[in-house]
């Protein structure tokens, strides 16, 4: 069965505490995996695909890796201003997108 | 930048009233979605359309509708709102390449919460 988890569900963290979120998934024929972010009372926003195996992509204090099993979205030295839910989402086929449930984190000054 | 703008942030609505979502994007996406979200279920599809006219059932079309008249907007129909129908509902868009199979990301507009009494 095609599936998406996300672990934890939730993470809180001090100001400056790095640490890593994790996608794993079961897709067959992946096609891209997308990370995003999600403040309360809005849409997600995304912020970065990754297509192949060994591939990373940076933004800020955020870095995202892949592997042909899971991802992981690298939080380094978190503010309280990133503080969110983070999404991972795979494309699986013609419009098919399979989401994770999310990691809730909260970054305490 | 993309941006996909859905008409309310906020509904409040009667169970057997008829509702409309209304979504509009302004990059040229053939493709438009609309999920809803609610705790502890995470994202579903309801329904996708690839152009005019054209739409796919997704997870849960059950008791939904949807209209797509012009490339840039894609609408969400209650034919008869029930309670069980409270959500946030989202539209999002992205482009689909036949060359190389993939989908661009999906873009997402603020939401809708719907709100059936």
């Known amino acids: 069965e095609d599936q998406v988890t996300q672990s934890p569900e939730a993470l809180r963290l001090q100001e400056g505490e790095s640490s890593s979120l994790n996608c794993s998934y079961t897709?067959?024929?992946?096609?891209?995996l997308f990370w995003y972010r999600q403040d309360p009372g809005k849409g997600p926003e995304f912020l970065f695909t990754l297509y192949s195996a060994g591939e990373e992509k940076e933004k800020e204090r955020l870095k995202a890796t892949l592997t042909k099993k899971e991802s992981f979205l690298h939080i380094t030295a978190p503010k309280p201003e990133d503080s969110a839910t983070y999404l991972c989402a795979v494309q699986a086929g013609f419009n098919k997108f399979y989401f994770g449930s999310g990691t809730k984190l909260n970054v305490k000054p | 930048d993309v941006k996909v703008t859905q008409s309310s942030r906020y509904l409040v609505k009667r169970t057997g009233e008829k509702v409309f979502l209304e979504c509009v994007q302004d990059m040229d996406h053939e493709n438009m979605f609309w999920y809803r979200q609610d705790p502890g279920l995470g994202l579903r599809l309801i329904y996708f359309?690839?152009?005019?006219?054209?739409?796919e059932k997704g997870d849960i079309p059950e008791g939904y509708s949807v209209s797509r008249e012009k490339k840039e907007r894609f609408s969400l129909i209650l034919e008869s709102a029930s309670t069980n129908q409270t959500s946030m509902y989202l539209c999002?868009?992205?482009?689909?390449?036949?060359?190389?199979?993939?989908?661009?990301?999906?873009?997402f507009g603020n939401g809708t919460r719907l709100t059936v009494t």
């Open positions: 999002a868009s992205s482009l689909y390449s036949t060359g190389t199979l993939y989908n661009s990301p999906l873009h």
């Open positions: 359309s690839y152009d005019v006219k054209m739409k």
């Open positions: 897709v067959s024929g992946l096609r891209g």
